[in-house]
């Protein structure tokens, strides 16, 4: 063992065992200190908090707390810190790589009854919010001051701002606009022993190290957010959205990585494969070519005029990189059919499917046809269909492999899929996760992405502001043992990759 090593916490070198917990008195110590409301302990009361939007892995935790305020919060961690027991934060569970599985020895903190909003200030363009604020209500509140907050992820309408922050959530307007990190000022948030801490400020910076930017991602590993204040865009003027249809996705790639090359930053910019639009278009009738191998949807918003010359632009080139059909949306309508197309992707998967796997890759813009090239062979080694949305503009991918848990082998055949996936995307010089986390899902390939020492110091970060390694253990960051077992299995052909873990 080398020095740097031996300087790690212990749940850096091996999984810690933390089943030892006298839940007598942490259940004795959480009614001291909650209304009864807040405080569920019976098992079948827990069921709902199985899990988040991952729903392959269940697992029940010993308690679920929901506190109403900050202070709340910081009770409920310090008696968890005191008798050393681990605690998951949750909000409103529509995250999709199990960030938010309960912790079988564990307390599942949810953060759904904070869902005030503290302040709007029209002039800063800002609003203060509480966690359990949905991301799209935010936008509704400041909609008569002119005023919509940018990111939208495709989960907008139910999921919560502090899920946003915890795997720093995009959306498909997110190329222009940025992630959940480039539209938060200032968080305010509980560490594990009850210290409420602010990073970030209402100015445009902040001293000292960017912590505001680390926290973002960062899946509820490091505090458990209380409050966010976040950034406000005023509406454009106007909007129009381009569908671009191809005849191969190899073409429809290229033509992605033109726009950006020549200079253009559309509003949003996704793509979706002949499978996905079929699956989509029976379901919302959005208008799509069912014809064409892939589709873009290109969005320009500004001032009239600005729009006008940015939509003539995009069009040349995608005519010029081999675009079968250009259509212009004619008014606003239309263009909202188009979205409300791609935004229904996930639940169209679900209408024609039992059940579906949601993969989330990230590669270079210029790869993007090369990886559904290889995704259409692997729907021949696998046995199982895929449909597939991207975040183009960013490269970041959505593959929906399609799987029935009902019939023996294809939950596993899934798997391997997606694992299968996720390695093709490190390989073609990109990442394993953009936009859902890492959570249980992906904790396997984080051995793949990242070497040992690069491991070493997620560790030691973690470690300077939960010692212990309670908040969310075992997510995101996985240990040296887990990553040489790891290493063993890739060898020996695999395994079921989180056998501990319950099943459905």
């Not at 490269?395 to 848990?405: E, K, R, S, T, Y």
């Not at 990109?430 to 992906?442: A, D, S």
């Not at 790891?486 to 501990?500: A, D, L, N, T, Y």
């Amino acid at each position: 063992m080398t020095a740097a090593t031996a300087s790690l916490p212990e749940n850096a070198l091996r999984e810690v065992d933390y089943s030892q917990v006298d839940v007598a008195r942490l259940i004795g110590e959480l009614r001291a200190v909650l209304p009864p409301v807040a405080l569920l302990h019976d098992s079948e009361d827990m069921r709902p908090y199985e899990c988040d939007g991952l729903s392959i892995y269940r697992q029940v935790p010993l308690a679920v707390v929901l506190p109403g305020t900050e202070a709340e919060v910081a009770a409920v961690l310090k008696i968890c810190h005191s008798v050393g027991v681990p605690v998951v934060a949750r909000g409103a569970g529509t995250g999709l790589s199990g960030g938010a599985l309960p912790h079988a020895h564990g307390v599942l903190l949810s953060l759904a009854r904070m869902n005030k909003i503290l302040t709007i200030d029209p002039l800063a363009r800002t609003a203060v919010v509480q966690p359990g604020v949905r991301n799209l209500r935010i936008s509704e509140e400041v909609a008569p001051h002119g005023l919509y907050y940018a990111p939208d992820p495709s989960s907008q309408i139910a999921c919560s701002i502090g899920g946003n922050v915890a795997e720093n959530a995009g959306g498909v307007h997110c190329l222009k606009y940025g992630l959940t990190v480039h539209n938060v000022l200032r968080i305010r948030g509980v560490t594990i022993d009850g210290e409420v801490v602010e990073v970030g400020n209402h100015g445009l910076d902040a001293p000292g190290y960017d912590l505001l930017a680390l926290m973002h991602g960062s899946e509820g590993m490091l505090a458990v957010v209380t409050e966010i204040t976040v950034k406000l865009t005023p509406k454009p003027q106007f909007a129009q959205c381009v569908l671009a249809a191809f005849d191969d996705v190899i073409k429809a790639g290229e033509a992605v990585a033109a726009v950006i090359a020549a200079g253009i930053i559309p509003a949003g910019l996704e793509m979706m494969d002949q499978p996905a639009t079929a699956a989509v278009e029976s379901f919302v009738h959005a208008g799509y070519p069912l014809d064409a191998a892939a589709i873009l949807l290109c969005e320009s918003d500004g001032t009239p005029e600005e729009v006008a010359e940015e939509i003539q632009r995009m069009c040349a080139v995608l005519e010029s990189h081999g675009a079968t059909e250009v259509r212009i949306s004619r008014d606003e309508a239309e263009r909202m059919r188009f979205w409300a197309g791609r935004k229904a992707a996930f639940p169209a998967a679900g209408r024609i499917s039992a059940d579906y796997y949601c993969m989330d890759g990230t590669i270079p813009r210029k790869r993007l046809g090369e990886m559904l090239t290889a995704i259409q062979g692997m729907e021949k080694t696998y046995d199982l269909r895929c449909i597939n949305v991207f975040h183009a503009g960013d490269g970041n991918m959505h593959p929906l492999i399609l799987f029935d848990a009902n019939v023996p082998g294809e939950l596993e055949r899934a798997e391997e899929f997606g694992a299968a996936i996720l390695d093709l995307s490190v390989d073609l010089g990109g990442t394993i996760t953009g936009e859902h986390g890492v959570g249980i899902e992906k904790i396997n390939q984080m051995c793949r992405q990242f070497n040992v020492a690069e491991r070493q110091t997620f560790f030691r970060v973690k470690a300077a502001f939960d010692p212990k390694g309670l908040l969310n253990p075992g997510k995101a960051i996985p240990s040296m043992n887990r990553c040489a077992e790891f290493g063993r299995m890739h060898v020996q052909g695999g395994q079921v990759p989180h056998p501990e873990i319950e099943r459905f």
